[in-house]
């Protein structure tokens, strides 16, 4: 089993993004709630923005897992996660329908 070296650009990309977009969509469950409560009609799409973003951040490492993988010539792996991209792609586009 390998690691992903932590020195590594794709590895510190994924880190500053996952970390930048968590934080974004904290702020906007924040709002969302604030908005909420305080009965403004913005406050769903404000939500609905935060959900999205958290959904994001596992498919983005998945890509990032991709790239490494792809460096490292682990072609099983790499046909793994090519798999898993597929299958969410999938999902997006049914419920999307």
């Known amino acids: 089993m390998t690691f992903a070296d932590p ?14 977009i968590l934080v974004a ?3 906007l469950l924040v709002v969302g709630v604030v908005l909420a409560e305080a009965g403004q009609p913005g406050s769903l799409r404000v939500l609905e923005t935060a959900c ?3 959904l994001a ?5 998945a890509i ?3 790239l490494e993988e792809i ?16 299958l969410v792609a999938y999902s997006v586009i049914e419920r999307l329908n």
């Open 52 to 54: 999205a973003l958290l």
């Open 7 to 20: 020195n590594s650009r794709v590895e510190r990309a994924r880190f500053l993004m996952s970390r930048a």
């Open 57 to 61: 951040v596992p498919v983005l490492n």
């Open 71 to 86: 460096g490292r010539r682990d072609w099983p792996f790499v046909g793994a996660v090519l798999l898993v991209l597929a």
């Open 25 to 27: 969509a904290i702020g």
């Open 64 to 66: 990032a897992a991709l």
